[in-house]
């Protein structure tokens, strides 16, 4: 077992790669007008986080 906090709500978690998912945490990527690309650390999510967000991304954030 491998338990986990997310980053965004702070609910403790059980590492969920072995539901079938094999993804619990995002990471941002910056590129510049040289295409150099910088990340940032990742950031753990729950599996209700990360839905959330998998819907936010695909649907747009409709409040602006």
């Given amino acids: 077992m491998n338990a986990k906090k997310c980053d965004r709500c702070k609910k403790l978690y059980e590492d969920y790669r072995d539901k079938g998912n094999r993804r619990n945490a995002i990471r941002v990527v910056y590129r510049d007008f040289n295409g150099t690309i910088y990340d940032d650390d990742p950031c753990d999510?729950?599996?209700?986080?990360m839905?959330?967000?998998k819907k936010w991304l695909k649907e747009g954030n409709q409040n602006g």
């Fill in 45 to 49: 999510l729950c599996p209700a986080c």
């Fill in 51 to 53: 839905e959330s967000f």
